[in-house]
């Protein structure tokens, strides 16, 4: 066990996985000379040099393309993407290469790809650059969807997701890349698919992945002080997405509620929201409820955009709902 | 297109209360597939769809009433159009018992669809489960939720208010306040109000009071308890059941009823068993009881009474019987109790718990468990000679208790 930031986790991580296979290499604007937007990548380039850094000109397009192919090729490439709002020009790549290169081949041909770098809001980086997509890229099949919350998550998933065989949207968290946690030493890996009870509680489940987590961690706290004991499900995976564990918490605790940072329509909370409803409707004693981010584009003024996401208060009124309290 | 009608489930039926409906309009239906749960006088039971289809009109919303024969719901080709002339009940009303409390003709169905809406009852799914398991009838319920919602809450506030309603401790109530409370009894409840009333005041009861010596019946039982390899318990009732089931054979009177001037001999021995329930009790049937072994009655014994209490009885489990028998066993300090006779039954008998007693044998003052049974009998069909040799029988059953292993022996 060591402490770790966020950053440093995914820094190790990819050291380790790039000393073990040659075929990890990595791509991205400002990785190298830069050290990287974020210094996730910091002094990589000195470490493995350009042809394993490889500095790209600012065409999300073409670099994440060349990605695919090498990773069709054999490369285990790992992608990073300034924010994921960039990689919106690339969706094409993403959506109808990276995702259907196996099925189109039949299963001979996978695409061991990972693209990294911060989703979400909170640093006043305007409507363009705050936006969280995890709905977008969880809605397609061929595609892995993750959100570690802790620096430990952030090398279990990126290491799982290295070795895997399928592209991987491995979505970080600005707001996140300093915050320091115990991380396991050596080959660490967490798989996908596997949420994890972050806190227990028999009155109302908290769902919440990524920053969100720790959100909901601090309304458990409050809701603990006026006696409300509410049990918080991290979901680290979003495609696949774990309904076992979060299911199971509902039949005990029959009240939801699904914390998403993103706006609200045809988000990530509906979709589990729904799944509740499928798999445990007899169980529940109140409507799921969700907390959102607002349905607008993210404002640039500080005071609008803490408006505009959710925060613990949310997060307590809504459980109080699911109890029917005030 | 076909209409599904409110069943007759048993004699005395002439209503039935739909508790909820299973398919809701819209679903697909096939033949033999539950799509109504409904509440008769004495049990709840599944109606089965009798045609495939899909449901296209609930015509009685779950928690109403419909005379039997009734249209409550209609299955048909989806999309059809349920609309139809103000009719005269179906067919299968005309029985002239159904017929008197025939349904009103149905209202133009525009009318009907608020009041339906209306009638439904805003519960969390929970709570819904919840009351079912425990046979609560949800419009009972008050809900706190938004709208008046029925949460898990005011389920469990219901369940804990139910036995009997009692007294809340403390100050009596203030002037001026009302000064008792009216509440509309189950059906169970009024079913059982009207049956015994008719009992009481049409037939003419007399009660034999008799003691039984209960160390050898018990010591039996330990027996083979003991020797059985199977893990399951033979109970006194069990043998009680038995008892009363082989005396009865000798006193066909006893296994009778006095029906329209005659007298009628039951062919079959079917033991009724009086179950208590939350809000009220029922008595389902043991069939051929004098032709079963022990261990069989037994067995037959806790699967009527699971199924009693799970609300799952059908009509044919508490139609039949021939005799009754009420057991207080259970509560150790019931000395005896007499009981109602069960009309058209000739008798029932009142088992008191078994007890440790000082009797005198043999001149001397001894220890020994003893057991208080009382007859009610019909006096139309036996007198007092009659059933007093009758519990003498079962006395000696009991007392003698290989007589309920070996019949042919006694």
Known sequence: MAELTYRDALRTTLIEEMDRDRAVVLMGEDIGLYQG????????????????????????????????????????????????????????????NAAKVRYFSGGQVDVPL????????????????SQSLEALFGHVPGLQVVAPATPAEAKGLLRTAIRGSN?????????????????????????????????????????????????????????????????????????????????????????????????RPFGAAAEIAASIYEHAFDDLDAPVERVTGADVPMPYARNLELLAVPHEEDIVRAVKQTLYKR | MADVIMPKMGDAMTEGKVLTWRKQVGDPVKTGEPIAEIETDKVNVDIEAEDSGTLLEIVVPAGQSAAVGARIAVIGAPGAKTERPAAAPPASAARPAAHAQAPPPPAPRAAQTAPADAARVKASPLARRLAEEHGLDLARIPGSGPEGRITKEDVESALAARPAASIAPGAAPGDGGPEYTDETPSRMRTTIARRMVESKQQVPHFYITAEVAMDEALRARQQLNAARDDGRKVTVNDLIVRAVALSLRRFPNLNGAYVDGKIRRFRRINIALAIALPDGLIAPVLRDCDRKPVAQISDETKALAERARAGHLRPQDYEGGTFTISNLGMFDFVESFIAIVNPPHAGILAVGAAQMRPVVRGGQLTAATVMKVTISADHRVTDGAEAAQFIGEVKRMLENPFLLFAPDAA
């Open chain 1, 167 to 263: 592209p991987v949207i491995f979505l970080e968290n600005a707001a996140l890349y300093g915050m320091k946690g115990e991380v396991p030493d050596g080959d660490f890996a967490l798989p996908f698919g596997l949420a994890e009870v972050a806190r227990q509680g028999d009155d109302a489940t908290i769902v919440a992945y990524s920053r969100m987590l720790h959100v909901a961690l601090t309304a458990a706290d409050r809701l603990a002080a006026e006696g409300i004991r509410a049990e918080v499900v991290n979901l680290r995976s979003l495609r696949p997405l774990d309904m076992e564990t979060v299911v199971a918490s509902v039949r005990r605790t029959h009240r939801a509620v699904v914390v998403q940072e993103q706006w």
């Open chain 1, 114 to 129: 990972v693209i990294r770098g911060p989703n979400g809001a909170g640093v006043q980086l305007s409507a363009q650059h």
């Open chain 1, 37 to 96: 937007t974020f210094r996730v990548t910091a002094d990589l380039l000195d470490r493995y040099g350009p042809t394993r850094v490889m500095d790209t000109p600012i065409s999300e397009l073409g670099f994440i393309g060349a990605a695919i192919g090498m990773a069709m090729l054999g490369l285990r490439p790992v992608v990073e993407v300034m924010t994921w709002n960039f990689a919106l020009l690339a969706l094409d790549q993403i959506v109808n």
